[in-house]
């Protein structure tokens, strides 16, 4: 497990230093002071790697899917959470989704890697806590649909990658009270 944290840190230290198209395996490897063969052994490609790095450091929405079941939760608290955890991505750590973000335009592998290990199970915990919150009556009927479902990842991620801006907990508090409850709550 250390010498994976230290490849992980490694791989995040290297995306932020040349970006995802000059990164290489072996750089990791000297700044991890390991061997290429421990990191090939565990990770085939520079892809598997830095998506195992990212899903590391930034995990899933598991704690969300969780917390559907707890009743004390209303859908505004579980949408600042799963924003929470979406803002994880900024500051020091933007640097490896700008990088990444970038990439998946010219090379479809990787977005199509992104899309199902990132976005996806992101994208399923949304539609989860807004089907909650309609079953509720929180929520407006059509509340539960895509569209919505990708309001608040989409407002955080453009803060993050474009802006190049760290989102707080406040920040995410904000675009779900001003933004997103207004125009899903039911009336």
Same mark, same amino acid.
């Given at each position: ?16 230093? !040349? ?77 490896? !989704? ?14 199509? =890697? !992104? ?27 059509? =509340? ?44």
């Amino acid at each position: 497990m250390v010498l994976e944290d230290a490849i992980h840190e490694a791989v995040f230290e290297e995306l932020a230093r !040349v970006g995802y198209a000059a990164f290489t395996i072996e750089a990791v490897a000297a700044r991890a002071k390991t061997g290429k063969a421990s990191i090939y052994r565990r990770w085939h490609t520079k892809q598997d790697l830095v998506l195992d790095a990212f899903c590391s450091r930034f995990g899933g929405p598991d704690h969300i899917l969780a917390s559907l079941a707890d009743d004390t939760l209303t859908t505004r608290d579980l949408l600042i959470r799963l924003g929470t955890g979406i803002c994880q991505m900024s500051g020091e750590a933007g640097e490896l !989704v700008r990088a990444v973000a970038c990439e998946v335009t010219r090379d479809p592998e990787l977005a199509a =890697a !992104v899309e199902s290990q990132v976005h996806h199970p992101k994208q399923v915990a949304m539609l989860a806590v807004l089907r909650r919150g309609v079953a509720r009556g929180e929520l407006r009927p059509d =509340a539960a649909d895509e569209m919505f479902g990708d309001l608040l990842p989409a407002l955080l991620t453009y803060q993050v990658i474009l802006m190049n801006r760290t989102v707080t907990e406040q920040t995410v508090t904000e675009f779900v009270d001003r933004v997103v409850m207004p125009l899903v709550s039911a009336p």
